[in-house]
């Protein structure tokens, strides 16, 4: 790991000018950051430690909405039992995240920002090939070993999945990602690789999360997040599904749908074709499954990760199909 | 500006000053520069928890973590468990006592994982031990005498 300094900044205006040189860089709970400068994909020269500011990592739990402060643990997130009432799927997404002591290190701004896990993105010593590293030099992934590579919003210049679980469960729900005064909703802060895989966010150097606000809807109260991995736990999905249901008052009419993939496209994946092919629908085993097959619209993989074009509607089908008691 | 800072740390309850770069871990700072070695490096990357401590009683990666960022924070290693009278914690016991090892050298990050796992809560059935626990991996494979082990202490405590 290189060499770099460091900086204890007093107030959240004084960290985002110690952070406004692009060669700067916001440390919170470390396990995304420390662990790429290690690879040598980060290269800070200057960290500006914002884990002992004070009033970012509040919680509030209201009749509108959720707010979670930039600086609150997934842990304590992931445990707030109101959080487990009034949207599962956030909760039940942090906990199956990572490990219990990387929730209690990593930040829930912290974790909107990890990066893809992608192995040639990893290990610029061996691969210098890497479009979203170093803009141009390539992709050493496309004719490589792509088993856990995206088959959706996929580019020529990237395939690299984002890997992150709450986000999955944030564009969901319409969630809306504080920078100060500045909103985005999370949707818009997931950009497209396209022909510039490096820039994955619409934040400028300096500019930081402070908080991410959740609105209320039946179908956040009655959500659930599936998540399908290679190994039982502590491992990043292979396919994994946000779902929120809301029915009529008939009990078996949608009302409203909700889903979202995470695991297999380059941002956290909205899948509105299986929700506008629902909506309104009665709820019923075949027609969930045939609707689910809409998640996949677009797709393109590249021959290892084809499975996920065939795994990723069954976790719909499945997560939709719990939901409703059904599965 | 990677020159060396003086850190202040509260390890084990005694405060300890070293001079470290920056860039220098919890982890390197414990095991090359105050002669606690009982901490382990495996991956050294997030991966493995062999290098669990505590920071204010919670769990975490020392190998993830600063040395910088934890100034002014109670940290505790697998060294500080032992009661003041010198005994071995129930936790030590149970893993001697159910063989929930072979090598050792995932133990002390077991462990200080399964303390606080007990603490937490999140020790109520073997199901949620494993899940809980999960950030800890052992190569030689002792995970179902770690879950015992850990199934003695939290039994013993509720
Ligand atoms: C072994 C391992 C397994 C994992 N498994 C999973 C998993 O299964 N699912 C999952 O979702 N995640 C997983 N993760 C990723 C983990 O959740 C993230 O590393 C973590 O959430 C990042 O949060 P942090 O606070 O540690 O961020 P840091 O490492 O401190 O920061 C990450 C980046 O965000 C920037 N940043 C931090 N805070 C802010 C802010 N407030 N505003 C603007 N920029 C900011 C930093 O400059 C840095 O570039 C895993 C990580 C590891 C190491
Ligand atoms: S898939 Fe994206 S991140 Fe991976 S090597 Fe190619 S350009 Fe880099
Ligand atoms: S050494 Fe820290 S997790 Fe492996
Ligand atoms: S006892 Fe050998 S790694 Fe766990």
């Given at each position: ?56 990592a509040t919680i509030t739990v209201g009749d509108d909405r959720i707010t979670l402060g930039a600086l609150a643990t997934m842990s304590r997130v992931a445990d707030e039992a109101d959080i487990r009432t009034h949207c599962p ?230 997560a939709i199909l719990t939901l409703g008691g059904l599965a | 500006m990677t020159q060396p800072i003086t850190l202040t740390l509260d390890i084990n309850g005694r405060t300890r000053t070293v001079a470290l770069e920056p860039r ?118 002792a995970y179902p005498h770690i879950v015992a082990a850990v199934r003695d202490v939290a039994g013993a405590a509720s």
């Amino acid at each position: 790991m290189r060499g770099f300094s460091y900086l204890r900044p007093g107030s959240p205006d004084e960290a985002r000018e110690a952070a406004r040189d692009p060669s700067a860089a916001f440390l919170a709970g470390g396990t995304t950051l420390l662990d790429l400068a290690k690879c040598g994909v980060a290269e800070p020269e200057r960290v500006v430690d914002i884990t002992h500011l004070s009033g970012l990592a509040t919680i509030t739990v209201g009749d509108d909405r959720i707010t979670l402060g930039a600086l609150a643990t997934m842990s304590r997130v992931a445990d707030e039992a109101d959080i487990r009432t009034h949207c599962p799927a956030v909760a039940e997404a942090l906990s199956q995240a990572a490990s219990a002591q990387i929730r209690n290190m990593a930040t829930i701004g912290g974790n909107l920002m990890q990066r893809t896990r992608c192995a040639y993105f990893r290990d610029p010593a061996t691969f210098p090939a890497c479009n979203k590293r170093a803009p141009g030099s390539g992709c050493a992934a496309i004719g490589g070993a792509v088993r856990n590579h995206a088959v959706l919003g996929v580019s020529e210049s990237c395939i690299a999945t984002y890997p992150g679980d709450l986000a999955t469960a944030l564009v969901a729900f319409d969630a809306v990602v504080h920078v100060g005064e500045r909103r985005i909703a999370a949707d818009d802060f997931f950009l497209l690789p396209g022909a510039t895989p490096d820039r994955e966010h619409p934040l400028e150097p300096g500019e930081m999360i402070t908080a991410i606000a959740i609105p209320a809807s039946p179908a956040a109260r009655r959500s659930t997040y599936l998540k399908i991995r290679d190994r039982q736990s502590y491992e990043f999905a292979a396919a994994s599904a946000a779902v929120g249901l809301e029915l009529a008052a008939d009990g078996r009419t949608i009302r409203d749908l909700r889903v979202a993939l995470g695991g297999v496209a380059t941002k956290p994946w909205r899948a509105r074709g299986v929700e506008d092919a629902l909506r309104g629908k009665i709820f019923e085993p075949e027609t969930v499954k045939r609707a689910s097959l809409a998640a996949m619209e677009g797709a393109v993989d590249h021959g290892a990760n084809r499975f996920k074009i065939d795994l990723a509607p069954r976790v719909v089908a499945r997560a939709i199909l719990t939901l409703g008691g059904l599965a | 500006m990677t020159q060396p800072i003086t850190l202040t740390l509260d390890i084990n309850g005694r405060t300890r000053t070293v001079a470290l770069e920056p860039r220098v871990t919890l982890l390197d700072a414990l095991r090359d520069h105050l002669a606690l070695n009982g901490t382990k490096k495996g991956c050294d990357q997030g991966q493995c928890g062999a290098c669990t401590v505590h920071v204010d009683g919670a769990r975490v990666l020392a190998c993830l973590t600063l040395a910088a960022q934890v100034e002014g924070r109670q940290i505790t290693t697998i060294e500080g468990l032992a009661g003041a009278d010198g005994g071995v914690h129930p936790v030590q016991t149970a893993f001697l006592e159910r063989d929930a090892f072979q090598c050792g050298y995932c133990t002390p990050g077991q462990i200080m994982s399964a303390v606080a796992c007990i603490r937490e809560g999140h020790a109520g059935s073997d199901a949620e031990i494993r899940e809980y626990m999960s950030g800890n991996l052992c190569r030689c494979g002792a995970y179902p005498h770690i879950v015992a082990a850990v199934r003695d202490v939290a039994g013993a405590a509720s």
